[in-house]
């Protein structure tokens, strides 16, 4: 019923900044959830960023892992339809698949989304 597709993974040396992109499709909410997640080799998936919007685009909720905090920014577009992730200050340690994920009215602090991207390779050089 809605599909994400992640873009804007790439490899960049540690202090660099990226911005990913989420762009969805088909059906979409007007109290909506959208999450970003990581997953590194050898590592289980991790939460990094998630904001709800249930009115106007001034009106939403915002959280991050503390790993983040400081250097990453959630952010929307609602004419694009596209959700994005700034990472700025980037660390070797940040080097992970990073996976977008939607939820209709769910609160950024759960983590049970319904739809999932493919997922986008972000590699963070020294």
């Known amino acids: 019923q809605v599909q994400l597709v992640e873009s804007g993974g790439g490899l960049v040396q540690a202090g660099g900044s990226l911005r990913l992109s989420c762009a969805a499709s088909?059906?979409?909410?007007?109290?909506?959830?959208m999450g970003w997640f990581r997953q590194a080799p050898g590592k289980e998936r991790e939460f990094v960023a998630a904001?709800?919007?249930?009115?106007?685009?001034?009106?939403?909720?915002?959280d991050y892992a503390d790993s983040v905090k400081g250097r990453f920014t959630i952010s929307r577009d609602n004419v694009k339809n596209t959700v994005y992730l700034q990472m700025n200050s980037l660390k070797p340690e940040d080097s992970a698949v990073y996976y977008c994920?939607?939820?209709?009215?769910?609160?950024?602090?759960?983590?049970?989304?319904?739809?999932w991207g493919q997922g986008t390779q972000v590699t963070v050089s020294s």
């Open positions: 994920a939607a939820a209709n009215r769910m609160s950024v602090y759960d983590r049970r989304y319904d739809y």
């Open positions: 904001s709800r919007w249930s009115g106007g685009w001034s009106l939403s909720t915002t």
């Open positions: 088909g059906r979409t909410f007007s109290d909506y959830t």
